[in-house]
C-alpha cells in the first residue's frame, strides 16, 4: 500500500548544483502535483501534470522544470540549485483533476541549498 | 483568486477539551474547503472536504468542520483533545488553476496544535 512514494527523503546542494526529486506513485492516478513548503507558510504549486506527457506551470514555476513520462512518474528537476529553493518539497496525486477528487502526499523531500 | 486564512499559527490545548481551528475562504463561487493533517516529518493526510453537500462535514479521528456561508468560515473541531492529535492543521480551497486544465489546492499557512497533558 505504498501511495505516493518521494525520494530522496533529505538532500544538501551546494549553490549552481543540480538534482531531481523523484516521486512516484501506484495508484494508477492521472494527475500529480509538486508543491513546495517554505516554513510557517502553506504549500505553493510548482507544477503539474493532468496525464502522461502532459505538464503545466504552477503558481511558482521558475527555477524548475519537469517530465511525465509515465503514468507512475512525475520528476521535478532543479537545474542551477539557489539558497531560495531551500524549502520542502511535496508530491501529490489525484484520480482527476477536479474539486471532488481528493490529493494524495508523499511524505515530502527536504532539500537545503548551501 | 481564491484565498485561505487561518486564525492563530499555533494553538494550545488541554487534553479532553474542545479543539477549534479557525479557516475564512475568500471566493466568488461556492468553494471546495479541505482540511489536512500534517504529522512531523510526514506529508499531508487528507481529514475532510466540503463539496456543497452537507453543512456539517464529519471526517477522520473524531474531526468535523461546519461550512458557514454568511461568514465565509470552516472551521474544524473536536470534542475531546488527545495527545496525538498534536499536529500541524491546513486549511485548503480548491481553484482552477490560471490557465489550466485542473483544480490546484490554495493553501492557508497552517495551525500548530499543541496538546497539554
Known amino acids: 500500500n505504498a501511495g505516493v512514494t518521494q525520494t530522496p527523503k533529505f538532500r544538501i546542494l551546494k549553490i549552481g548544483q543540480s538534482m531531481t526529486l523523484q516521486c512516484t506513485q501506484d495508484?494508477?492516478?492521472?494527475?500529480m502535483y509538486w508543491y513546495r513548503q517554505d516554513p510557517g507558510m502553506g504549500l505553493k504549486l510548482i507544477y503539474y501534470?493532468?496525464?502522461?506527457?502532459?505538464?503545466d506551470k504552477g503558481e511558482v514555476p521558475n527555477g524548475y522544470n519537469v517530465s511525465r513520462s509515465t503514468t507512475e512518474d512525475f520528476p521535478l528537476r532543479l537545474e542551477l540549485a539557489a539558497p531560495s529553493q531551500t524549502s520542502v518539497y511535496f508530491c501529490a496525486s489525484s484520480l482527476q483533476g477536479d474539486s471532488n477528487q481528493p490529493q494524495h502526499f508523499g511524505d515530502g523531500t527536504r532539500l537545503s541549498i548551501l | 483568486a481564491q484565498s485561505v486564512t487561518q486564525l492563530g499559527s499555533h494553538v494550545s490545548v488541554s487534553e479532553g477539551a474542545l479543539v477549534l481551528l479557525r479557516c475564512n475562504y475568500s471566493s466568488s463561487v461556492p468553494p471546495y474547503l479541505f482540511w489536512y493533517v500534517q504529522y512531523p516529518n510526514q506529508g499531508l493526510q487528507l481529514l475532510l472536504k466540503y463539496t456543497s453537500a452537507a453543512t456539517l462535514v464529519k471526517g477522520i479521528n473524531g474531526f468535523e468542520a461546519e461550512f458557514k456561508k454568511s461568514e465565509t468560515s470552516f472551521h474544524l473541531t473536536k470534542p475531546s483533545a488527545h495527545m496525538s492529535d498534536a499536529a500541524e492543521y491546513f486549511c485548503a480551497v480548491s481553484d482552477r488553476i490560471s490557465g489550466g486544465g485542473a483544480d490546484g489546492l490554495t493553501f492557508g499557512k497552517g495551525t500548530h496544535l499543541i496538546i497539554q497533558p
Open positions: 495508484m494508477n492516478h492521472n494527475y
Open positions: 501534470s493532468v496525464g502522461a506527457g502532459i505538464t
